[in-house]
């Protein structure tokens, strides 16, 4: 319960308490004031009528007009004259009550009018006494009124002052409020100054000490930020040409060397120098490297418009233009072009083609290699080309006889989507650390019939062939929020959803109806892994997603991270619950670098996660780098406690 | 049984005998007199009790005689010279203390002192009646000897006690007596000054 509700509760209770006590008192000290009224009454009715009473001299005719005449005239419930010896002389009694108040009042308000007496006497001698009770009809009106008046200026007065207090309680506690809206933005590593400081002193110091707390950890975040971000220039960046190096080139190509990678094939384009030793004794060192910058203006310039292409220095004469989705025949004519350009700068430099040339191996690569097998087949090319009158090779990949064709695989994955025949698989995420679960990766299976299924690795490849791959993930998301029953556990489960997916048009109404309708029936945590390419766009797409996921208490993931970002604001601004990068990414990365990434998660909360860990000696090195969170082969063999 | 009556009947006897032996004027009660009203007002009050003592056990009329002539002793005087106001029930402590007072204060004190004297209150009555030979309102004490009998007269003015049909220069208006209607009534409230004499006495107040 709310402080304002406890404290609403406890002044609202003692405001009602008090008023009732003072409506019951009220009420009392009416019913007491009609009570005396109704004596006194009773009391002046029986001495005035007593005198004349004993003017009559005993005439009983004459004494009983006169008493009839004051009970007819008066309000009386009983007038009763009696002898010396307490014989009745005459008697008035009312009859019958003239009901003018609900039953329930009468029976609640007991109201007993008392008998007042007065000596009657003739002359010397004693006539009897008089006594006379005042009917209590009326007083019962008048208390009634009394009630009623009371109850309703009890009620007036008990709203508005409750809608004070309300308004009272709103203005005392408003400043809590913002403390706890800082408070709760500080739980969820929402970092925000509160620029309204309290007047309450108290209050003022929480604010103070929590905007202190919050400039500091916004320091050492924008710290880490800025490390980073030079790290990233120097391990990233050939110094010389101002190109990506190999490191960078390596640690994207897992990216594009996967089995649902968005590009099936590519070209890897490697370019080398010959003759550079002649060039540097012929012109010097600083003209070589002149022309190395302007060679690596040519390849940036030839390759801008291809979407996704890298160009990285990978030593000192070699570099390598990497083309996803590009084909050989397309790049033997952009080796063509850049060697001519390369030429003119050569020409230009004042060194013999003769001497000093470029030989351009192509590797048209598959996305089912393996980064060792490009480069080994990408420097075959190279050397082929060496050779060669043009300087110019083309290699192209094994073509794998495929168990199935492709129309075969189209046809399976298209029934399988129809039929449901998608079956859920997870993998464990474990904390190496405290040797806990951390949560479940949801891969899928596609289960041909009883004896035979595919993995993901199998039918994902001919399924982004045949453009089914969307459809597929739409049929898994639905699984997901429809069936989720056939989960076993109700831990915590990731499932990784693709670029191409989240792109599609349909597809953020479509995960809208599904939250709307299942969210909350889900018997489990769920976190969307969302590409790291994606999110640090930053765009309007992606925001609403995440505002999405959010309203439904949904955690965001990050996978396939390489620290590429410009700048790592949008981790701070997006706050995912971790961010997962491949084992050899965190095993290439110096120390510095590590240690700034860290000093950035770790200041907004948030968790670095290792995949592809196979082996325990690769666990053995990410623990080294600080990472203890990791995923792959290696954690079927742990333990947990 | 029969033991349980023994023992009922020899409590009451016992509470009688207390109860009779009490004196009016007790000695805490003197001693208050005493530091207020000096020395001769004490004197009063002892003659009063050795009074009261002398008749408690004669008949009622003995009785009425001595208290009769005992407090037509006191001094008469006006209430606005006694006690600055137009009438004010002055308790016979007040009364013999300050030895004087009007037709009322005389009246009380005698009522009084006839029921610690064991005279049936009910037959005592305040009677207000007016003076033809003063031609002014007055009141005396009147005891009947039954309902129906002719009452005596207990005056201040007249000192001796007479019939009610001896006293031509009085007409009766209107008897009271406080500690009937009391009886009858079941509110505490009955008569505006009997009320504040009843509150005075139980404060015993001098």
Redesign the interface.
Known sequence: MTLFKQMALLLSLFLLIILTTVLILNFQSANRGVQDRLYEDAKNTATSLSLPLGGANGDLSIMSTMINATFDSGNYRKILLVDIENNILYERVLESDIIVVPEWFRELVSLKAPVASANVSAGWSQVGILSVQSDSTYAYKQLYTILIDLLISFIVIALLSLTALNLLLHAILRPLKEVQKQAAAITKNEFIIQENIPYTKELADVVLGMNNMVSKVKAMFDKGNEELKAHKELEYTDENTQLKNRKYLIDRLPAYLKVDSPYEKGVNMIVAFGGIIEANEKIGHQQVDKLLIAVAEIFRKSTKDINDSIVARINGTEFSIFLPGYTGSDAIELARSIQKSCFNAIDSAGLDQHETFISIGIYEYNHKDSISELFSRSDNALAQAKFNREHIHLEKADTAVEVMGKEAWKLIIKNAIEKNRFNFVSWSVIDTKNRKLVHNVLSIHLVLDKNSSYGYAQFMAPAIQSGLSCDIYKKIVTMLFNDSHTLLSTSTYSLRLPQEYLEKEDTYLNISDLLRANAAMLPFKLIIELPDRLVRQDSKNIREYIELFRRYSIDIGIFEFIGESEDYQYLQDLRPSYIKAESSYFLTQSDQSISSLRLITDSVGISLIAVGVSDIDTLDMIKEKGVYIVQGEVTETLELA | MFKLKVLLILSLLFAYTTLADAPYVEDSLLEKINNKYKIYAKKRFILLQDTLDSVRDKTDIEKLEAINDFYNEVRYSSDMKVYGKSDYWATPWEFLGKDRGDCEDYVISKYFALKYLGVDYKKL?F?YVRSTKFKEPHMVL?Y?ET??S??LVLDNYNRKIFP??QRKDLT??????GD??DE????E??HKKWDELKLNMQRKKI
Do not use: V
């Open positions: 009555f009677t009147t009947f309902p129906k002719e009452p009610a049909s009766p208006i209107y008897n009271f007596n009937i209607l009858i009534g079941d509110n409230k009955s």
